[in-house]
């Protein structure tokens, strides 16, 4: 293997929402300090590491928690040190995610001198009042300075992340957001749809907002309303969540939706070596300890049969405009499932190919199950 | 062996109600007679199935053979028949009595005198059993033991200071009740020189053995080796083994007259030993069958279905296997164009169709759809031929019927004063007749009244206690036909007739009938990707309609950080769920519908 995508997880944020289902913590510099080291240790130690070693980085993600917070010489001493330990071409997209409250000019100067072209921005949403509802520490204002700052810094493939889908929030004040949105010139957006599950029901939000519970009708019209804007603004609709210009889809995104290897250094990052899946242990202080000690800090290693693959790539393939190759699914196809639903307008098959038509891409789970119904398991 | 000449022997069984404490004093008497040290931690030691332990409730009769020395110098056996309580297994009940020379009667004293004792009561005489009158829970502060003691007066005619009082519970007063028990209950009666004749009272499958079957010899020696057959079959077999039931099978050399005990005949074929059955001895052969075995009558008919089509050969083995234990159990195969292939069963009852499903799923790990439960109907055609339906698919055109007729009851209900208005009122909106009232005393009426035994199958026995808080009770018998106005009413899901869903209701009912299922079918069914009509018809006539909107949203939205792993196990857990749907046409329908849609809120 010679190509794959790095991801570096920093899980330090300034204070916690409750809809977070990554590991994050609330910022305690000492601690931040500490996982600097080991994340730089976990580097080292899995750049010697075969299938790693001597390969080609083809795009790095650092995401979090809120990056945005790390000291921008450490991102630069990040960036180096990646040159060192692998193969690093020049032009490759390297984003950092950074929250709007928690970021300014200068530090956006120096990760754009460190070697950072691309900035995904946490908006969530440029609506005050969702903003207090969803208890961000940013406000709308925060959002159009970190833009402009990100964009007079040199960092002009600027992507938004908004939220829909929670109470409180309508069809038009959705639409409003959007609108800003597309104000600020943004080359790329990512929106996905609040959906309270597994462990983040345990946090309860705020007593003093309305409790922004997932209405499922409320996110398919706001969805229907959000390929329509974006269509008109000429976005180029990628990905079931993601918004392109030409040019800007993310490449980053990609290797997870084509079954591209990708290697997740951090506590619970996950890596994918073109076979098998696996993941760190999802505690702060036990990935230090473990990387203290030289251990390597993964928690599981989930081996994939060749199957298991192949139906992977049919849910992850699904969710892209490309869609999949008909010729290189069909063992695993029911095929009566699928007559039904190309019959009902959930699937196109047009030139070999299998797409999910945009205005259903929010049944893919249904639509995945029955494809696939023929499968013993999904993976 | 001790005690082994038959007027050492006793048998008995315990009657009470549902709740009053049988399976506990069971497990006193075991600690008594010595079999075992103490129950500690695993009360109702007999109840051996789980299902029984959760519900606290006992499904199979049960035997234990205790050796017991009496005061006065004796050694007895002590054979006890636990059986069941509920009103659907009045013929585990009645095979258990046939078996016994007398029966403990056993009355909680804080609850009194209640239907299923007179039922009970009433079946113990039929028999010629001898009652021992017992109160127990005399140690709960609610126990009122004088007015106990006077309704079991009324009820035998026993004289007051015959009534025992106890605490299973505590133990109290369990010495003195064996005591009197010895005394009062007849030894075995023999017959001099009679050839063998046995009675079958219960029976179990075993992997190794094969069929073993629960027998009391009435007459003559069972021992192994020799050729006994079956009545009613005439099958022939060898006699592998003979014992006694402890707790656990004890082999014997052989088992006397008047005892109780096991035998393996060494057949492997499931089915063969049939509850109720004689047993005599091919050599020596007696031509009449023992009395009081009679074929066991289900009452209420529903259609099993595999929930995966391939499960059908492993729901026909075990449904063997059950029957086995179960001789109330009938079943034949039914095919459905909705559920495809499986099994029309006869049921006692509404617990008893609960039960089956539950341990076919439980012990033989299968995943089951249930139909619509109902009665049998009479049905005579236009050229005056007669047919018996349990199966709403095979009522034959309307324009060919000349009449339907409907099996009706006697049902007594027992309750405390305060609830007669509300259980009249149950009783009239279940087109309930009328008959009389009767006070056991102040506090104790008996509303007798002529029902449809199909008015009281779904959920006539849990309203009956929810709005007497407990205390009424209920108990029935088949008294014969009456015609009655029955359509069939379908129920349709996105136009198609779902079979398994039809139902044969009285006219009057109908609408009321196909308004709730509809309304609770609109609650059950989740919103899936196309809409779901849903319609209740009589004939082609739709009388009631709901829909379920086509959901638009059901996708995990984010790979969170290359996470593929978290979105395929949340799809898997989504196709989890769908394993516990059928699927009609486009149309999902969880399992538990089937059976939901016949509890009212």
Not at chain 1, 296 to 312: A, F, G, R, Y
Request: hydrophobic content about 40%; some cysteine; proline content about 5%.
């Amino acid at each position: 293997m010679n190509e794959f995508a790095l991801y570096f997880h920093y899980p330090f944020c300034l204070n916690r929402c409750y809809y977070c289902n990554f590991t994050s913590s609330v910022l305690d510099e000492s601690v931040a300090e500490r996982y600097r080291q080991t994340l730089i240790k976990e580097l080292l130690l899995r750049s010697d590491e075969p299938p790693w070693k001597d390969g080609t980085i083809r795009s790095i993600y650092i995401g979090g928690g809120t990056p945005s917070l790390m000291p921008a010489e450490y991102v630069n001493k990040l960036l180096l040190l990646i040159r060192d330990c692998f193969n690093y071409p020049p032009d490759i997209e390297v984003t950092i995610e950074a929250n709007p409250g928690a970021i300014d000019a200068e530090s956006l100067s120096a990760f754009h001198e460190a070697g950072i072209n691309r900035i995904s921005i946490g908006a969530q949403s440029l609506i005050e009042n969702e903003l207090r509802q969803l208890s961000r520490i940013h406000t709308s204002k925060d959002i159009h300075a970190a833009v402009l700052a990100a964009r007079q810094a040199g960092i002009y493939n600027i992507s938004l992340d908004l939220m829909y889908g929670f109470t409180g929030q309508s069809v038009n004040s959705f639409t409003e957001s959007l609108n800003r949105a597309l104000e600020l010139d943004i080359k790329h957006l990512s929106t996905y749809a609040l959906s309270i599950e597994g462990s983040t029901e345990k946090l309860s939000p705020p007593q003093n907002s309305s409790q922004p519970t997932p209405d499922p009708d409320l996110a398919a019209d706001q969805y229907d309303a959000l390929c329509s804007i974006m269509k008109k603004a000429g976005f180029d609709h990628y990905e079931l969540t993601n918004f392109a210009l030409s040019g800007f889809q993310s490449h980053h995104n990609w290797t997870y939706w084509r079954s591209i290897p990708y290697l997740g250094l951090g506590v619970s990052a996950h890596s994918f070596d073109g076979k098998n899946r696996s993941w760190n242990i999802p505690i702060i202080d036990e990935y230090n300890e473990r990387l203290e000690r030289d251990a390597l800090p993964q928690e599981t290693v989930e081996i994939l049969s060749m199957e298991n693959v192949q139906t992977e790539q049919v849910y992850l393939g699904l969710r892209t405009s490309d869609g999949l190759t008909m010729t290189e699914f069909e063992h695993i196809i029911n095929p009566r499932e699928l007559a039904e639903m190309v019959d009902s307008g959930f699937l196109i098959v047009s030139d070999g190919t299998i797409l999910v038509p945009e205005e259903r891409w929010l049944l893919l789970d249904d639509i995945v199950l029955k494809l696939l119904s023929k499968c013993d398991k999904i993976a | 062996m001790p005690g082994s000449s038959p007027d050492r022997i006793r048998n008995f069984c315990i009657i009470a109600h549902i709740d009053h404490g049988k399976s506990t004093l069971a497990d006193r008497l075991l600690e008594h007679t010595g079999l075992v040290d103490s129950i500690g931690n695993r009360p109702q030691l007999l109840d051996d199935m789980d299902l029984e332990r959760e519900r606290g409730i006992t499904i199979k009769s049960h035997a234990v053979s205790m050796n017991y020395h009496c005061s006065d110098g004796g050694d007895y056996i002590l054979n006890l028949i636990d059986t069941p309580g509920h009103v659907d297994f009045s013929y585990e009940v009645s095979r258990s009595l046939a078996a016994c020379e007398g029966a403990i009667l056993l009355v909680d004293a804080s609850q009194g005198v209640e239907a299923q004792t007179i039922a009970n009561v009433y079946l113990a005489l039929e028999y010629d059993l001898t009652l021992l009158p017992v109160m127990n829970k005399i140690d709960l502060v609610s126990a009122q033991p004088d007015i106990c003691r006077q309704q079991i007066v009324d009820l035998i005619g026993c004289s007051p200071e015959e009534v025992l009082s106890v605490s299973a519970k505590e133990g109290t007063g369990v010495p003195e009740m064996v005591a009197a028990l010895i005394n009062a209950i007849p030894p075995p009666s023999v017959v001099k020189d009679q050839p063998l004749q046995a009675l079958i009272f219960d029976s179990l499958f075993d992997n190794y053995r094969g069929a073993i079957a629960y027998v009391r010899v009435v007459s003559g020696i069972l021992k192994p080796g020799m050729t006994i057959f079956f009545h009613s079959t005439g099958i022939r077999y060898l006699v592998d083994e003979v014992g006694l039931l402890r707790l656990e099978r004890v082999k014997t050399d052989q088992l006397g007259t008047g005892q109780m005990g096991y035998v393996i005949p060494g057949c492997k074929e499931v089915g063969e030993t049939r509850v109720g059955d004689t047993i005599g001895d091919d050599a020596d052969p007696l031509p009449d069958p023992l009395p009081g075995y009679r074929e066991p009558k289900p009452m209420v008919f529903a259609g099993l279905f595999p929930a995966n089509a391939e499960d059908y050969e492993s729901l026909k083995d075990a449904l063997a296997r059950l029957k086995l234990n179960d001789a109330s159990l009938q079943y034949e195969p039914e095919t459905s164009g909705s559920l495809g292939f499986g099994f029309r069963c006869g049921f006692l009852g509404l617990l008893h169709l609960e039960i089956v499903q539950e341990r076919l799923e439980r012990e033989y790990d299968l995943n089951l759809v249930s139909t619509v439960p109902n009665v049998k109907y009479r049905v005579t055609d236009n050229h005056g031929e007669v047919r018996f339906i349990d199966n709403p698919a095979h009522l034959p055109p309307v324009s060919n019927i000349k009449v339907v007729e409907e099996p009706i009851i006697k049902a007594q209900v027992v309750t405390p004063p305060e609830y007669v208005g509300a259980i009249m009122q149950l009783a009239t909106e279940r087109r309930g007749i009328y008959d009389t009232t009767e006070y056991l005393d102040a506090r104790r009426a008996v509303l007798h009244y002529k029902m449809p035994l199909s008015e009281i199958i779904y959920d006539f026995y849990d309203k009956l206690k929810s709005m007497s808080r407990g205390y009424a009770s209920f108990d029935y018998e088949l008294t014969g036909w009456e015609p009655t106005l029955m359509v069939k009413l379908d129920i349709l899901l996105n136009g198609e007739i779902v079979d398994a869903m039809s139902v044969l209701v009285n006219e009057d009912k109908a609408y009321a009938w196909g308004r709730r299922v509809v309304d609770k079918l609109a609650e059950l069914i989740p919103r899936q990707m196309f809409e779901v009509a849903i319609q209740a018809a009589i004939s082609s006539r739709i009388i009631a309609r709901a829909t379920v909107r086509a959901y638009r949203k059901n996708v995990t939205a984010k790979c969170y950080g290359g996470d593929v792993t978290r979105k395929r196990k949340l799809l898997e857990k989504q196709k989890e769920g769908k394993k516990r749907m059928k699927s009609f046409g486009n149309v999902e329908v969880p399992q538990e519908a089937f059976m939901a849609i016949l509890k009212s809120d």
